[in-house]
């Protein structure tokens, strides 16, 4: 004979009341923390100096790019030797030919007009006139149709000393550009805010472009900034920053340099390989999971320039390494300093994604399958976390040109619109219908 249960301790009237509570707050975290977007983040961002900002910067500094490629490895073989890659030739051939095609035709993703360190310290009235004459150079380019798909500025911050300077540089960027656009900012448009510390200044900078925004008639939120991550103790505050954002917080970008010396880290051991950085980084994709907030990784500082081909060859290879570590930590996006390491970006970027391109194909076909049977039998496919991770491998793969459309279908088993649509789970739902 069966044990008859206890009696139940908790009203339904209790365990409801929590259930609203609960519900109340998931959808509030919903709301604060959205998740991705399905927006295509670039996977480089060159920093100019201002005074150094025209309209044809982007085409120009594409055809520096292909002149050190054709100079220091005019074929795939010597790119192949310089890299060590170990594929098969038929890859580097393919890899080659992707580089040369997308630096003819988009060899800039993101471009950042530098008012910071690549600009220096200037009088006023220089900087005065490199800010009115950078914002009619964007304006110009935007009517021409010409600025890569993403770009910005980067000011001074918000210490005592440059704060007023910082300010300025914006305003009259901003104004200069309005003016010229008729009210338009440039598709992708982003400011990126220095060494940020303690979100007090994120606070300051979010009250500032409000009010940009209402002398400016601009719509509500269209001022978006990235910070630069670049001080130790930014690290132990990273979420705080992000809520005093105030919803125009976009990406993080991490200063290797400038983060391990205030790390008390000596000249000669600061470099992106440091396991400080390697804490840092994982510190930054902890806060910003399932934010919708991009992280991007830092920046190589031996460039490959000069007439030696060792010393240009040895510096793309440290450039090679640095992204390839950038791109298994899961930062998709890192920074170039100088035109001639595009080149060893691309080369980087497209080996990556296209050794894996196979594996990614088969296990995304191989989680369609038991998502489906699961779905049949009315049970739960529960690792669709992993499935998701694949779908983004394919959208990224295809957003920076490492392959086609033709090879996603492909190797993916999913159409171009299911991939775009950037859910695993909306997907799998109208598959199931």
Request: glycine letters at 8%.
């Amino acid at each position: 004979m069966a044990t008859p249960l206890p009696a139940a301790s908790l009203s339904s009237e209790t365990t409801q009341t929590i259930a609203r509570r609960l519900t109340e707050s998931n959808r509030a975290y919903a709301e604060a923390f959205p998740g991705e977007s399905g927006r295509r983040q670039p996977v480089q961002v060159i920093y100019g100096g201002a005074h150094l900002y025209r309209v044809g910067t982007a085409a120009k500094l594409g055809s520096l790019a292909l002149a050190s490629l054709q100079q220091f490895a005019p074929d795939a073989g010597s790119l192949a030797r310089v890299l060590d890659w170990r594929f098969a030739p038929a890859m580097a051939e393919g890899i080659y030919a992707r580089v040369v095609e997308k630096l003819c035709r988009e060899p800039i993703e993101d471009l950042r007009i530098d008012f910071e360190d690549g600009y220096g310290v200037r009088s006023d009235a220089e900087e005065d006139g490199h800010a009115v004459a950078a914002a009619e150079a964007v304006a110009a380019g935007m009517a021409a149709h010409s600025l890569p798909p993403y770009i910005g500025i980067r000011t001074k911050g918000f210490a005592q000393e440059s704060y007023a300077r910082a300010v300025r540089t914006l305003d009259l960027f901003l104004t200069t550009l309005v003016g010229k656009t008729g009210g338009e900012l440039p598709p992708n448009f982003v400011i990126t805010y220095p060494k940020a510390a303690i979100p007090e200044q994120v606070t300051a900078l979010a009250d500032l472009l409000d009010q940009f925004e209402n002398v400016l008639a601009l719509p509500a939120r269209s001022l978006r900034f990235e910070l630069m991550i670049e001080t130790a103790e930014s690290i132990l505050v990273l979420r705080d920053l992000l809520r005093a954002s105030r919803g125009r917080m976009l990406a993080a970008h991490f200063g290797a340099y400038d983060y391990t010396a205030s790390c008390h880290i000596t000249a000669a051991y600061q470099d992106m390989l440091h396991p400080a950085c390697d804490f840092a980084r994982s510190m930054m994709q902890a806060a910003y999971a399932s934010t919708g907030v991009w992280v991007s990784d830092g920046a190589t500082n031996v460039l490959p320039v000069g007439r030696d081909p060792g010393a240009v060859h040895r510096a793309w290879k440290l450039h090679y390494d640095h992204i390839r570590h950038s791109l298994a930590c899961g930062f998709y996006q890192s920074w170039d300093l100088h035109p001639a390491q595009l080149p060893v970006r691309y080369a980087a970027v497209y080996a990556f994604f296209l050794e894996g391109l196979a594996a990614a194909g088969e296990r995304l076909r191989n989680f369609m399958e038991k998502a489906a049977q699961a779905t049949t039998v009315g049970s739960v496919f529960d690792d669709a976390a992993t499935g998701q991770g694949l779908l983004n491998y394919f959208l990224r793969a295809i957003d920076c040109g490492a392959i086609t459309r033709a090879e996603a279908e492909r190797e993916s088993g999913l159409t171009l619109d299911e991939l775009r649509s950037g859910s695993f789970g909306a997907i799998l739902q109208a598959r199931a219908r």
